[in-house]
Every structure is written in C-alpha cells, then in structure tokens.
C-alpha cells in the first residue's frame, strides 16, 4: 500500500521480469489504488523507468467511468472468452522486441560454438561425433544444474564458484560426477556397471578425459547469473523445449583441417527454418486424445485454461440417432474408445518426438490429471506411508498446478512425478541429439515446481532414467532393411524394431495414444534403396509423397484396437494426386476427425498449410467430424472454435481424386 506503482520501478520491472521469463504477453500490477498494465515482450533491464512497457494506468478514481472497459478486457469472464487474449495480441512490443526464447536461443547458440571451437582446440583426436556430443552434453549438464540451483535443489552459486579459479572444467566435472550419484539420469552417467543406470549405451568415455579452458567456462556459466535477466525458476519447460527445438536446427561440423563450423541441417536449409509446433495446438491435440482415454473433462484437468463444454447432443438426451451434421458432429466430441478408460496402463508415443514438446503436453496433462484424482481422495492418502501427494502448508503457486480438496492444497510427490513419467510417455526420433533433449526436457518438467526441501535424497535419486522410454532410431525403417534386399548402411538409416525395443507393449497390442508433428520431407530427398522399401511396407506409398503420409500410417499401425492417433501434418494429401493412397487407406480406417486450417499460419516464420488428422484404430466408422478454420480467432480458443464450427462428413460423399472439407451437401 505505501508503494506508488505510477512512479516505483521495483514492482514493474519484479512483474515485468516474471513475464518475461514466462513468455507471457500481458502482466497486472495493482494495490486498488492503482492499476496499471504492462506489455512483457521488451527484455527487462535494471534501470527500466516503471513506464517502459506500461500500456494502461488507472486509478480507482477511473473505476466507475471506465469499469466497463476494464471489466471487458481484465474480468473472468473476458479473459474465458478471449477478450484479454485479443487485447495482448493487439498490445504486442514493438517490432526489435526480443522474447526470451529468442533471447535464450541466441545465448546458447553462442555458447555452443564456443564450447566447440575449444574442444577442438585443445583435443586434437577428437572426431566430429566425439566433439558434438562433448559439446551437447556439456551444455545440457551446466544448463541442467543451473536450473536445479535456481529451483533449490542444488545449493544457489555451485557452478560459478566451480569456475571461478583455476582448473576449471576439473572442479566442474566433480560436480557433473556428484550428480550422477544424486539424480540416476543418462544425463550424468560415468560409472560402467553402475546398477542404476538400465543402458550401458549412455555410459559417458569422452567427456572425463577432455580439456577446456578456464576463460570459456567462466564466460559461459557467467552468463547464467545475475545480472542475467533467466529467471530459471520461473522458464516453463515448454519455452525450453521451443528454444532446444531451434538450436536442434544446427548442427556441428569439421573440416578436413580440424575448423570447427556451426551448419543448418540440409532437411532444415530445405524447409527454411525449424518451426515448433505452438502450445495451442499440442494442447488441443493431446486433450482429445490423452484426454479422452482418461474419460476426463479438460476443465478437470488443464490448470488455468477455460475450455468449452462439449453440447449435449440429441443422441445423447433421447438415445437415438442424431438427425442433422451439426448433431453428427457433435457426437463425435463425446466418441471415445468402447474398452474402459486406460489410466494406470495408458502409453503415450510420439514416433517423431524431436525435443519433446508433445510429450511434455502428454506429461503435463497427466500431472494435472493425477494432482486432481489424488487430491479427491487426500484425507486417505496423506496417511499412508508412501503418498503420492503432501500438503502444502505455505501455498505458492508453481507451474505443475495445485490441488484443492476439502483439507487444503496439494502437489503431487517427485516420486509420483517419476513413476507418471515412466510409466505413460515413450518417444523415438533418429536425430541422436533431439532424443537427449527430449530426455532433458521431460527431467527438467519432472523437477518442475519442485523445491528441494521436499526431496528424500537418502531414500532414492531424484530423476528417472528414461533410456528405456525414449530412444533414438528410424521409426519408419525396420531391421528387414538389412536383410539382403536392400544396401547395408545401418549407421545412416537406424533402423528401428519396435518389438525388440518396446516389448511388453507391442505384446500387448501397441500403444494407447500416438501423437506428434511427424517431419515434412518430400520423398525426392531419399535413395531408391530407401522408396523401394517404402513401396514394399507402406499401403499409403506413392512416388512422391511425403514423409509424413507414412508416419500417419506407421502411428496408427502401433495402436492397440481402440487406440487413439492425432497429428498435425501439411494439408496437401487431402487434393495432391500423391496423397490418394492416404486418403483410400483412411476411408477403411477410423478417422474421426479433420481440421483444416487452409491458409491460415500456425507456425511462425513460415507458410504452411496444415491439418490435424484423428483417428480411432480399428474403428469402422461412416462418417467423420470436420472443420474449416475461416476465422483468425481460433488460436485463442481453438476447443471451443471447433465445438462451434463442427460438421459432418459422409465418407461416401467424399471424392477419391480429391478431398473438398465442406458442410454444403455433405449431411
């Protein structure tokens, strides 16, 4: 109260820094008194007058003349129906305005190049593997601790007084080997025959044995302490795992000579960039998927969202058929497996993982959904010795969201956390580095909210090991691609056996849900070897089609019966003469649901024309919910757009030569 919020820049840069780090676009700071609004994509600066930023100011004296104004925009019911998100958009920063995963990229692309270049310099053996994975995995342990320091599970400055003398990367390598023994994760993982660790393959040689100079060290571990502006405490995962799926873009090389340079991947060169898929879209596909197995109402589960209630439809007031498409659609919102929920045994793929942002909305989901179903039953669980959830005593609110029931607030246990993560999330991507990445991802979401009082170190180590979960290979290649017909360069291919590799799942059946952004990659860029093989395996082959129609059908051949399957892919199989094997092959299979975005772009940087594709395995169903995305404002809420804007389709009305996605004349 006795602070001036129009004149003290301690709150305004406190919430824009917040912001910031959160990639938030909007932040409120107000006493009553005053209110004053501040937009949150300008990188925050010590001595920052509290008016850079600020957008709108209000006095309680403003409150009668303007409260419709400001209840429009800032109340609950604005912000539920998008109007606070259509007033962020419209306030974005002006253009130069760097957001902190733009920020943060540029910092550890830096870094990268730095580390490298040394490696290379004072190790004159080294091979270009040798060095890329050296240099990932250096960046990855250092970024990985400062992260644990900022969320107090390691102690505030270890690595920074680690550099601070001589012998710099010794004393920084005592602390990567202690955490080997603290956290049980591939990220640290020295010891040979350590009964911890379940793959012998992430066994650490290369890096014990490496020089590095003190400068480099010093100049990049300085970098993540004040006066940095990374709040790491407060960076969500997702942003992470946005920034790691950029940097994964470049790639590390040597020449002939022992130069050191940084390359863009030739698929990326290609396709003009990496562009990750927005959290929106993750967050739609993962609700009717994940969501629909659980049996549970997104409002249940995703912590600050508001999601549209789906509409009772007729056929399910009266028990008999719906009559008109909006009907038919409608009912296809509520369709789910006929087998009962799969909760405790529910297996996630995503066969593309890349750096794991699918799998980290597949995490978050379940996090949400298990601090819900434990929270209903606290009283009892709280009693037992080994409960997945305690009670918060001095409440904050963390990013893994809370749990309210009749005696308090909750948050679920780092070992529920764990088995959560063991038990229901499983990937595989044929770029060695994004599987590392993704393992880190879902390790640094796993800690998240977590703080290190209320970690049992002398009970068990912190992280999971994920080596059995998320592994690296070519999901569309087997190892029949060896097996005489084709060339033998198993190195560059990777062929992948999903029954060797994941065989208590694919024995019973495959997995539940299989979601993802699969590569866009035209089949020109591939040998004739490798579009011979696809032809042999592939119903969906034609000579020019794109990786993805392979991926859809390989991903819904991994489901057991009744199994669920979302992607976002580029919308062109649905007219190109290359997509009509898809598109034969979907009519005999259980696609539920298309949305068309048309020319409407999702991904920043890029033109695209995409779709999301949903099916149900072994499902033969007549007709199928659709939706033309013609309105800019279904980012904002994209559930409840398509609740709105759902038809249905005929799958007997639908041309073989080309898909037309329109409800005139379709039911």
């Known amino acids: 109260p006795s602070i001036v919020i129009k004149d003290d820049p301690s709150p305004a840069l406190q919430v824009r820094t917040y912001a910031w780090n959160a990639k938030l676009d909007l932040s409120i700071v107000t006493d009553f008194e005053e209110f004053a609004v501040y937009e949150c994509s300008t990188r925050p600066k010590r001595g920052d007058k509290p008016s850079v930023g600020r957008i709108n100011y209000y006095t309680y004296k403003d409150y009668i003349e303007k409260w419709d104004e400001i209840a429009g925009i800032f109340s609950k019911d604005a912000v539920i129906q998008g109007s606070f998100d259509k007033y962020a958009a419209g306030s974005k920063g002006k253009r130069g305005t760097q957001t902190v995963d733009k920020a943060f990229l540029q910092e550890i ?44 599970i390691e102690e505030e400055g270890k690595l920074q007084s680690a550099v601070s003398g001589t012998n710099a990367y010794k004393n920084l390598f005592s602390l990567f080997q202690a955490a080997d023994n603290r956290y049980n994760s591939g990220l640290f993982y020295f010891r040979k025959g350590d009964k911890a660790h379940t793959s012998e393959s992430e066994l650490d040689t290369i890096t014990p044995k490496l020089k590095l100079d ?23 995962a997702d942003i992470l795992g946005q920034v790691y799926e950029q940097f994964l873009g470049k790639v590390i090389r040597m020449t002939s000579g022992g130069m050191v340079k940084i390359e863009e991947k030739p698929e990326v060169r290609k396709a003009g960039g990496v562009y990750y898929t927005p959290t929106y879209i993750v967050d739609y596909i993962v609700k009717n998927t994940v969501g629909k197995m659980l049996d549970e109402s997104p409002t249940d589960v995703i912590a600050n969202r508001s999601e549209a209630k789906v509409k009772q439809s007729p056929a399910d007031k009266a028990g008999t058929l719906p009559s008109t498409k909006q009907e038919i659609a409608a009912s296809f919102s509520s369709r789910a497996s006929k087998k009962a929920p799969r909760n405790d045994t529910l297996k996630i793929l995503d066969p593309a993982c890349g750096s794991g942002s699918f799998l980290l909305g597949a995490y978050n989901y379940l996090l949400h959904y298990y601090l819900g179903k434990h929270s209903k039953n606290a009283a009892a669980l709280l009693k037992q010795k080994n409960s997945p959830i305690y009670e918060i005593k001095s409440p904050s609110l963390g990013t893994q969201g809370e749990g309210r029931g009749e005696g308090g607030i909750y948050a679920l246990t780092t070992h529920e956390r764990k088995r959560i993560l063991l038990e229901h999330i499983y990937g595989v991507d044929i770029d060695e580095q994004a599987v590392e990445v993704a393992k880190l991802n879902l390790m640094l979401k796993c800690l998240e909210g977590e703080a290190g009082t209320n970690l049992k170190l002398s009970v068990e180590r912190i992280l999971p090991d994920l080596s059995d979960n998320i592994k690296c290979g070519n999901s569309l290649i087997g190892p029949d691609f060896s097996d005489g017909l084709f060339s033998d360069d198993d190195k560059k291919i990777n062929p992948f056996d999903w029954n060797a590799e994941y065989p208590a799942i694919m024995k019973k059946g495959g997995f539940d849900v299989v979601i993802g952004n699969p590569p866009w990659v035209r089949q020109g860029t591939f040998d004739n070897e490798m579009r011979e093989y696809f032809e042999s395996k592939y119903k969906t082959f034609a000579g020019t089609a794109d990786l993805y129609t392979y991926f859809i059908e390989k991903g819904v051949s991994l489901l057991q019966e009744g199994g669920l399957f979302s992607y976002i892919v580029a919308n062109k199989w649905m007219r190109a003469n290359y997509g009509k094997p898809l598109r034969q092959w979907l009519i005999g299979h259980g696609i539920e649901e298309l949305i068309d975005f048309g020319d409407k772009q999702i991904f920043k940087g890029a033109t695209t024309y995409p779709c999301i594709i949903r099916i149900i395995k072994d499902r033969k169903l007549d007709s199928f919910r659709a939706i033309n995305i013609d309105s800019p404002d279904f980012s904002t809420d994209l559930n409840r757009y398509v609740t709105e804007k759902a038809f249905a389709i005929k799958k007997s009305d639908l041309d073989p030569e080309s898909w037309n996605i329109s409800d005139v004349g379709s039911i």
């Open 109 to 152: 692309e830096n870094w990268r190049e730095l580390l490298a270049k040394n490696f290379a310099k004072n190790n004159k053996a080294i091979t270009e593997e040798e060095l890329k994975f050296a240099t990932q995995r250096t960046l990855d342990r250092i970024i990985f601790l400062r992260i644990c320091e900022a969320r107090r």
């Open 214 to 236: 003190d400068k480099i060290l010093k100049e990049i571990i300085g970098g993540l302490y004040y006066p940095s502006p990374y709040l790491f405490d407060v960076i969500p």
